[in-house]
């Protein structure tokens, strides 16, 4: 028949579009399907095999720190700003949610080029394996090992999820009129029910059996041998106790943690070395015992993390034992020139600060093998890490030390200042009210305003308060421990009913008042007064 001019095509009834689009969708989402649940099976053998094989990398583990390396500058700031602590645990969730999209692009890109498809996750393998590679502790076999299988497990699996899927395109129009349960949809289903099931309890496993091969505990059972020089025990003046106010030693358990190690590093002592190199003289290597074997000693030592921002708690004091840098550095004996030390960590990651500042005699650098009397913990820099008073740790608290080098300022940049983070960081001076807390409801009655405050390695001289905007006044501070380490402050206070505002300041040993100009974290800590808010009634 022949079409006449002007003529329209003829109408799709109301009935007959959604029979399309119904068939439209049948025909989208079940490969997409496929291809996510393909992959949580790639990433759940993976897992496993790296939990039941000592040595072998998690991949997501792996990608994750390789997004560490790469991060621009001040991505850092904006995942702690949004996640805090909580950002390394997000990030791996980012990783799978991103890998389970993508696989679902691929699971339709395979439905009709299978090929494809399947090429789309042998790249996300050869990125696994480029990222594990790059790990020091990693075993290449054992990298080369799970990404084959990783990739091997996912294409079967995508396999066999597609053929059970094809039958679910059929017509729903097609099906109605067969007048039978859709059989090929109910199984697809069903099979992608237990396919998603087994890969959480897989996965599941393989990051419970990773993460108990990482403790972040104390993994050693030696014991610390005596230190040549110990300090006092503390007096009654020197801490202070109220509830809600931070112990003026943190315990262990307690303490912040900030790194870039998705994994708590594992390290054996007994081929474990820390090396002294560069520019010196007589470069050498210790063995653990032989590290052990020297003179020790204790300090209290405050630290803080650059990241930390008015008022919360990435800083904390404790009972160092170690030996002191000065020591290691005379062994080596120093060229002229070398004007930064570098510490280098098992994991790749690089501090860098003044030599100048290392051996100026009104402090203590050391590496540190103990922490509160007991070895170092894990996830604290086991079996050895640097603490040097008044820098932030960024610059200088190398975690599972290998190696100190001697050069130049201008030769090498630590992890962090590529990333826009100053080279220059001593601790600022800062105070923090820990109670009362932000928003609480006080009962009208006598109430103890208490906190800290740290200028390391500086120290505090004054502590101010001051209640609605009034007159400071001063707060009575604990007796300090040394010029490293910060002070609690306590201030009796009876506020009358209604809203109020509680505001801290301090002075440090330099005389230097503590700035009310708020400023971000980057790019060398944050400044400011710690203020909060109450109610009374």
């Known amino acids: 028949m022949t079409r006449t001019i002007g003529s329209v095509a003829p109408s799709i009834s109301p009935r007959g579009r959604r029979a399309r689009l119904s068939e439209g969708w049948a025909r989208g989402w079940p490969p997409a399907l496929a291809g996510a649940l393909a992959s949580g099976v790639a990433i759940a053998a993976a897992e496993l095999f790296a939990g039941l094989v000592r040595g072998a990398p998690s ?33 791996n969730l980012l990783i ?61 699996a995508l396999r066999a999820l597609l053929r059970l899927s094809r039958g679910t395109s059929r017509s729903p129009a097609a099906a109605t009129v067969a007048a039978m349960p859709d059989w090929d949809r109910r199984r697809f289903l069903i099979a992608s029910a237990g396919t998603l099931g087994g890969a959480v309890i897989a996965g599941g496993m393989g990051r419970i059996l990773v993460e108990a091969q990482h403790p972040s505990g104390v993994v050693s059972t030696s014991r610390l041998p005596a230190a040549l020089q110990t300090v006092p025990d503390l007096t009654a003046d020197q801490a202070l106790s109220t509830p809600g106010l931070t112990p003026l030693v943190v315990p262990s358990d307690r303490f912040y943690r900030i790194d870039t190690a998705l994994l708590v590093p594992q390290v054996d002592v007994a081929t474990w070395k820390l090396s002294v190199t560069g520019m010196v003289d007589r470069p050498f290597t210790l063995t653990y015992d032989e590290l052990l074997a020297m003179p020790l000693f204790e300090q209290y030592v405050t630290i803080a993390c650059v990241s930390n921002r008015v008022g919360e708690d990435l800083v904390g004091n404790a ?44 402090r203590e650098p050391m590496v540190a093998v103990g922490m509160n009397r007991d070895v170092l913990p894990a996830d604290h820099g086991y079996p050895a890490r640097l603490i040097i008073p008044g820098l932030y740790g960024y610059v200088s608290a190398t975690k599972w030390l290998r190696s100190i080098e001697l050069t130049t300022r201008e030769a090498v940049d630590g992890y962090w200042i590529p990333l826009g983070w100053a080279k ?13 807390r932000n928003g609480d409801a006080l009962t009208v009655g006598p109430v103890a305003v ?16 001051r209640f609605d905007d009034g007159d ?26 209604g809203k109020h505002t509680i505001e801290v300041r301090a002075t440090d040993g330099s005389g230097d008042v503590q700035t009310a100009d708020r400023t971000a974290p980057a790019p060398d800590g944050a400044r400011g007064h710690h203020r909060i808010s109450v109610s009374a009634g």
């Open 96 to 156: 799978l949610v991103v890998a389970l999209l993508v696989a679902a692009a691929a699971g339709q890109l395979a439905s009709r080029r299978f090929g494809m498809g399947a090429a789309v996750f042998v790249a996300f393998g050869m990125v696994g394996l480029f990222a594990a590679l790059r790990e020091p502790l990693v075993a290449p076999i054992l990298a080369i090992a799970n990404a084959t299988l990783a990739v091997v497990v996912g294409v079967a």
């Open 319 to 362: 009972l160092w034992t170690g030996v002191r840098l000065k020591d290691l550095l005379e062994m080596a004996a120093v060229q002229s020139g070398a004007t930064q030390i570098v510490g280098r960590s098992v994991d790749g990651f690089t501090v860098g600060f003044p030599t100048a500042w290392a051996i100026a005699p009104e």
């Open 424 to 436: 220059d960081a001593p601790i600022l001076t800062q105070s923090r009210i820990d109670s009362p």
């Open 472 to 497: 400071w006044q001063d707060a009575p501070i604990s007796r300090p421990i040394s010029s490293a380490t910060w002070v609690q402050w306590l201030v009796n206070w009876t506020p009358a009913a």
């Open 59 to 91: 991949l997501v583990l792996s990608i994750g720190s390789l997004v560490i390396g790469l991060q621009p500058p001040g991505a850092k700031e904006i995942f702690v700003d949004l996640f805090g602590t909580n950002d390394k645990l997000v990030l």
């Open 450 to 465: 208490a906190g800290v405050a740290w200028a390391p390695d500086r120290g505090i001289t004054k502590v101010e308060v």
